[in-house]
């Protein structure tokens, strides 16, 4: 042996004396560095052949009793020491009495390795814990390897008490291959089931999950019809406007009051003057409940739209009082039609309609439009100043100082 290699064999020991202590020390942010250092110097020493069995045990260490941002550090190098530390990690993730973070962290390592053993570890892991964030990150390992992982999860469709487990597992696998698979459970018996697979389906673009988000609109289950709902209207830009419509349309009378507001939050997306004309009538109908007011009066404005502020104003005086709070509140947000916000707030208040008795609608007004920041509307906000209710008075103090910044 060389007298290079001595040396280099001295250093490379110093180093992993230097680790080893900085780990029984509890330093783990130091042993981290010097085992970085070790790899670099191994790699450079053995011409990128690097012997890692050495740094193994500390690393395992320090996964086992670091805290989350030592564990997040060494998670980093142990994916750099190769298939050996496969074995080590699955003992870990089958341990329960392991800590929770620990074998969390010990899935996401895994699924940086695409090999049959881990697969399986993982696709075991699925069906047999119930710690829910292990669920999550195992899915989630096994979407990262890829297809291997999805021919293990097929066979768990055939079962009924493993199937909710792998539509699961397919949810978090953001590829094409596991389309055919969530497709073949969207008539199961179990609701749940349905809803997973409609959810996971609406992350993909393929035109041929439209129709199934469509007959999803009409299942019994709400939470399918639901799921089917918010789909839809993160395609609106990508289907014609009149048929997304006839399709969602109905879901504004739903039986449930979310699948309502779902509805107006999708149609608003479609931004047309068909779909926003219908939001508008479902909001000034007398027998809407004050939630789905809230839905209608926000998905109205989200678009900016200059006809929708028009709606909005038209409507200050024909709803609930919460409904009215809304329509203040959501003008006071606008940001590219500012003016003409400000103008539907001072002709609302120049109307002298009972509801300006409310303090709480004055006090809107005056938080509102000191938002908006128009200088016409400083002789309100003044005279909200005067306001008899000190809580309108301090709005409007506040909102004439929001003019000097």
């Given at each position: ?339 003409e916000s400000a103008e539907i707030l001072l002709a609302f208040f120049n109307s002298e309609h009972l509801l300006l008795q409310q303090a709480p609608i004055r006090q809107a007004i005056a938080y509102s439009l ?31 100082r929001n003019f000097k910044t």
């Open positions: 042996m060389t007298v290079i290699n001595l040396k280099h064999n001295e250093k490379m020991n110093n180093l992993l004396a230097q680790a080893t202590e900085a780990a029984q020390n509890g330093n783990f942010s130091l042993s981290y560095d010097v085992i970085q250092r070790y790899l670099v110097e191994e790699a450079e020493g053995m011409k990128g052949e690097v012997e890692t069995s050495s740094v193994l045990p500390i690393a395992l260490k320090i996964l086992e009793q670091g805290d989350f941002q030592a564990r997040w550090d060494m998670a980093k190098v142990l994916v750099k020491l190769g298939d050996r530390v496969i074995n080590p990690l699955i003992t870990v993730l089958e341990n329960e009495q392991k800590e929770s973070e620990h074998r969390w962290f010990a899935a996401r390592i895994l699924g940086e390795f695409d090999q049959p053993l881990v697969v399986l570890a993982l696709v075991n892991c699925l069906q047999t814990t119930e710690d829910e964030d292990l669920k999550v990150i195992a899915a989630q390992a096994l979407g990262n390897i890829g297809q291997s992982a999805i021919d293990a999860l097929n066979p768990l469709l055939s079962n009924p008490e493993t199937r909710l487990l792998a539509v699961e597992a397919f949810a978090q696998i953001p590829r094409p291959e596991v389309i055919e698979a969530l497709l073949s459970v969207i008539n199961d018996p179990d609701a749940i089931i349905r809803t997973r697979a409609i959810a996971a389906l609406g992350n993909f673009s393929d035109p041929s999950i439209i129709l199934v988000l469509t007959e999803a609109l009409r299942d019994l289950a709400a939470s399918v019809r639901r799921e089917a709902v918010i789909a839809l209207g993160f395609r609106a830009d990508n289907l014609d406007k009149s048929e997304l419509l006839n399709y969602l349309n109905p879901l504004l009378q739903d039986f449930n009051l979310e699948i309502c507001q779902q509805a107006a939050i999708a149609i608003s997306k479609i931004n047309s003057e068909e779909g926003n004309r219908i939001l508008v009538q479902v909001l000034q109908a007398p027998q809407t409940p004050i939630p789905l007011q809230l839905s209608l009066i926000q998905s109205l404005a989200w678009s900016e739209n200059p006809r929708n502020l028009t709606y909005l104003g038209e409507t200050l005086t024909l709803i609930s009082l919460g409904g009215t709070l809304e329509i203040i509140r959501v003008l006071g947000r606008i940001e590219t039609l500012k003016n000191g938002q908006l920041k128009i200088l016409k509307t400083l002789t309100v906000l003044e005279t909200l100043s005067d306001d008899p209710e000190p809580v309108v008075q301090l709005h409007a103090i506040a909102a004439l």
